[in-house]
T-cell receptor
């Protein structure tokens, strides 16, 4: 089975710009979560999507938004980028409602200058 | 979800067993113990999980105390490639919020030649 894949692997943006990060979930997984990992810290939960609707959100402002598509691919959009948004952004997926592990991609490294 | 406590760092000689402890004294009856690890610049990798009984897979063994207030992850024959940050996470894995994992600081395991 294919794993969770994310694109791009690295990205450089300027403060104030907008960015879209993409994720392709593992086949059959209907739940996707996004995480932000600052340097030296553990991953922080941003939000999760189930059946194309957001059904959980962490302590992140509305300029962080997402989409989940019927083919279980998803996007993370960040508007009005700030320097502190520089981080590794991780996508993870699983089958909802089952005691099965969350599988992570290797992330997108975003640098905001 | 119950909070977990792990030592910040541990060392292990290559070929020896690595025993990583985790305290989760406030765990509730329907919460599972999950272990992930994160090798530098990669996404977190699922290792193993358990509820009450000890578990073993091709990567590791998980020993959960009878009162479930603590657990130990065992890597039976550590290799240099096992050097990583190890996270112990407690969660209601069957709940709708399972996509939300709360990562602590984890344990930095360094395997020496």
């Amino acid at each position: 089975e294919t794993g969770v894949t994310q694109s791009p692997t690295h990205l450089i943006k300027t403060r104030g710009q907008q960015v879209t990060l993409r994720c392709s979930s593992q086949s059959g997984h209907n739940t996707v979560s996004w995480y932000q990992q600052a340097l030296g810290q553990g991953p922080q939960f941003i939000f999760q999507y189930y059946r194309e609707e957001e059904n959980g959100r962490g302590n992140f402002p509305p300029r962080f938004s997402g989409l989940q598509f019927p083919n279980y691919s998803s996007e993370l959009n960040v508007n009005a980028l700030e320097l502190d948004d520089s981080a590794l952004y991780l996508c993870a997926s699983k089958v909802q409602g089952m005691n099965s592990p969350l599988h992570f991609g290797n992330g997108t490294r975003l640098t905001v200058t | 979800d119950a909070k977990t406590t792990q030592p910040p760092s541990m060392d292990c000689a290559e070929g020896r067993a690595a025993n990583l402890p985790c305290n989760h004294s406030t765990i509730s009856g329907n919460e599972y113990v999950y272990w992930y690890r994160q090798i530098h610049s990669q996404g977190p990798q699922y290792i193993i999980h358990g509820l009450k009984n000890n578990e073993t897979n091709e990567m590791a063994s998980l020993i959960i105390t009878e009162d479930r207030k603590s657990s130990t992850l065992i890597l039976p024959h550590a290799t240099l490639r096992d050097t990583a940050v190890y996270y112990c996470i407690v969660i209601n894995a069957g709940g709708t919020s399972y996509g939300k994992l709360t990562f602590g600081q984890g344990t930095i395991l360094t395997v020496h030649p």
